[in-house]
């Protein structure tokens, strides 16, 4: 079994910067690809973000280049680091992972889940 437990989100302006983090206990491994999903009210969970293999990266098109996802092995951490943030970033936020070691931008192939963490971004 896998926890995932996220923290970081708040309130902040438009332009603004979080951080976000995922803590994994348990079951965990380093192959996972670890991931950072999205969810607005009204709308589906989709793909932020994604690594795996150690360092290679993927990202959704409406957030590259703002937005890095990293991960600290020996802390079992994986990071969101949210720049120049807008209101349509607003959501809950999810860290994943997938048992798929070579990268997935698909909810259905993440096997564990955090609870969420709101990320609010006002206007």
């Known amino acids: 079994q896998v926890q995932l437990v996220e923290s970081g989100g708040g309130l902040v302006q438009t332009g603004g910067s979080l951080r976000l983090s995922c803590a994994a206990s348990g079951r965990t491994f380093t192959t996972f690809t670890m991931g950072w999903f999205r969810q607005a009210p009204g709308k589906e969970r989709e793909f932020v973000a994604a690594?795996?293999?150690?360092?290679?990266?993927y990202y959704a098109d409406s957030v590259r280049g703002r937005f890095t996802i990293s991960k600290d092995n020996a802390k079992n951490t994986v990071y969101l680091q949210m720049n120049n943030l807008k209101p349509e970033d607003t959501a809950v936020y999810y860290c994943?992972?997938?048992?798929?070691?070579?990268?997935?931008?698909?909810?259905?192939?993440?096997?564990?889940w955090g609870q969420g963490t709101q990320v609010t971004v006002s206007s």
């Open positions: 690594i795996f293999w150690a360092t290679n990266t």
């Open positions: 994943a992972a997938s048992r798929i070691s070579s990268g997935t931008k698909i909810v259905g192939q993440y096997d564990y």
